[in-house]
């Protein structure tokens, strides 16, 4: 454990003979996955590996040991549909320039994600931020994740696209991961139906992510 007391971590069952994952040459059972959000988190879990409790943004500190990036992305291609499970084999900022690299989990294809500062939800600015970085997708945590020199892999579900955008989920997830019961409220009332449709996508990109990670 961290020194940082609100970092949750936790552990279930050990993979099968300390499998490897070949491409960071470290046993999967020594891998903590960091994770924004408790449901994210419950899905980690769910694999048997160990997992933490970040926040958004990495807010609540990053547990000691080597990294895995593990969540839900937002699109900035229009090509990426919910669910897609990105591997990414980079992490870049807001102006390209490269924050990590890797060869990556050896789980999906390769895809390079954008180390968000907030929330992009307006299509025409992902598809911008597409153009400039090159980033297919965008998180608040792999930045964060990298400059810890720890990070091994980032493993992300497409979870809301430029066509299929979070809307009034986005105040949904409180700073510390956990849920806004006021924010689901208000999104609800907001647009009944874009609810619907993103916590949909929402759960399937997650049962997208448990699957690639227990295969």
């Known amino acids: 454990m961290s020194g940082y007391p609100n970092v949750s971590t936790g552990r279930c069952r050990r993979a099968p003979g300390g499998a490897r994952r070949p491409e960071t040459g470290i046993a999967s059972d020594a891998?903590?996955?960091?994770?924004?959000?408790?449901?994210e988190l419950r899905v980690a879990r769910r694999t048997g590996a160990r997992a933490a409790l970040v926040g958004l943004g990495a807010s609540n500190g990053v547990p000691e040991g080597p990294l895995v990036s593990f969540g839900l992305a937002?699109?900035?291609?229009?090509?990426?549909p919910v669910g897609t499970v990105l591997d990414?084999?980079?992490?870049?900022?807001?102006t390209g320039a490269e924050l990590w690299s890797g060869e990556g989990l050896g789980v999906s294809a390769p895809a390079t994600i954008l180390a968000g500062e907030r929330v992009v939800d307006d299509p025409d600015e992902r598809r911008l931020l597409h153009e400039r970085t090159g980033a297919d997708a965008i998180d608040l945590e792999s930045g964060a994740l990298a400059r810890t020199g720890r990070l091994r892999g980032v493993l992300r579900a497409v979870s809301d696209t430029p066509a299929r955008p979070l809307d009034g989920l986005v105040g949904a997830v409180t700073a510390s991961g956990g849920v806004s019961w006021a924010g689901l409220v208000r999104a609800f009332?907001?647009?009944?139906?874009?609810?619907?449709?993103?916590?949909?996508?929402a759960r399937r990109a997650l049962g997208r992510l448990e699957r690639s990670w227990a295969a």
């Open 31 to 39: 891998l903590v996955l960091a994770c924004a959000t408790r449901a």
């Open 74 to 80: 937002g699109a900035l291609r229009d090509d990426l």
């Open 88 to 94: 990414a084999t980079r992490v870049v900022d807001a």
């Open 189 to 201: 009332v907001r647009s009944p139906r874009s609810f619907v449709r993103s916590a949909s996508d």
